[in-house]
């Protein structure tokens, strides 16, 4: 009983790299793929962060193989409420609401568009509203309405 067994594998620059199998304190395990030394998927992407199952589960952080990332709420391994999703190749990000994978509902904005190595052809535009002092009276004077 001097040794045991915590890694079993591939290694690579120090850090466990391709197929490998992760023994955890009280008979938990992982087997499968390694990408510098986080467990990772075959598509060549990256998830960091908290695992149910054998799936991400809880909070955490998907770097996929064309360096886009999403971090935020996993369940059964899909994403699963509050979460941003960077597209880091086209210089914009999504923040909002996830389930089952599926974005909800959320805010679509650039996001370093300028560095951006494929950014889309026209920036998000600014929305403003043409008068908000008349907007802000309008519902001012709904809610007196609604009082008498």
Known sequence: KEYRK????????????????C???GGERYEGEWSHGVRSRRDGSVY????LAD??????LLLLSNENLYEGGWKDGKKHGPGRFFYLDK????EGIWAADI??????MDFNRDEAPAP??????KLELADP?????????LLDDSHN
């Open 91 to 94: 210089g914009q990000l999504l």
């Open 23 to 25: 023994f955890h304190p």
């Open 55 to 60: 799936r991400p589960n809880g909070q955490g």
């Open 133 to 141: 002092e008349g907007v802000l009276a309008e519902a001012w004077a």
């Open 103 to 108: 974005p909800k509902c959320g805010i679509l």
């Open 6 to 21: 915590v890694y079993a594998g591939w290694w690579e620059n120090d850090q466990r790299s391709g197929h490998g199998v």
């Open 48 to 51: 960091e962060g908290e695992w």
């Open 120 to 125: 889309t052809q026209y920036p998000i535009p």
